[in-house]
């Protein structure tokens, strides 16, 4: 979900594992030569969902850190990309949390229908989260040095 802590724990799990970071939000920002905010409020959400499908289909990458947007789980495409190249995690962020933290998400840019709430984005995005994580792990804010904890010791394990 969008403020689960993604590229915060991310970046910090690459610094402590010295592999590379990847944001793909940045990654489309990059490609559209805008902000996401600017690119989903000029061009539209099917745009936007088109050119982040682009960018992680184009992502040819081999231990490396990615933090996606909340909203690649709509696009198969990527999400089996992800799958074939890495492990995906679902950080499982409690509802309440992520309602505090998008509490104006006017400034963020977050895919969602007009007037659609952080609860019904929740309950639409969950079964996809789900249905792709390989791991999913609990995830708040007072948590975040424990799931990094608890994902360099998955990363560790997987390099054997």
């Not at 559209?32 to 990458?61: M, N």
């Not at 490396?64 to 679902?90: C, D, K, N, Q, W």
Request: proline residues 5%.
């Amino acid at each position: 979900m969008p403020a689960a802590g993604k590229s915060t724990v991310g970046r910090v799990l690459a610094q402590e594992t010295s592999m590379p970071f990847v944001d793909t939000d940045r990654l489309v920002e990059q490609a559209a030569g805008t902000s996401l905010h600017h690119l989903i409020a000029e061009r539209g959400i099917g745009a936007f969902r088109l050119l982040e499908e682009q960018c992680v289909l184009a992502l040819a990458v081999t231990g490396t850190v990615i933090a996606t947007g909340g909203s690649v789980v709509y696009s198969p495409a990527s999400m089996e990309h992800l799958s074939a190249t890495g492990l995906v995690v679902f950080l499982d962020a409690p509802l309440d949390e992520l309602e505090r933290r998008l509490a104006d998400m006017q400034s963020r840019a977050v895919v969602r229908r007009p007037n659609q709430s952080v609860a019904d984005l929740a309950a639409e995005r969950r079964p996809l989260y789900e249905r792709w994580a390989e791991l999913t792990l609990p995830c708040s804010a007072a948590g975040i040095p424990d799931v990094v904890r608890r994902l360099r010791a998955v990363v560790k394990s997987l390099q054997g």
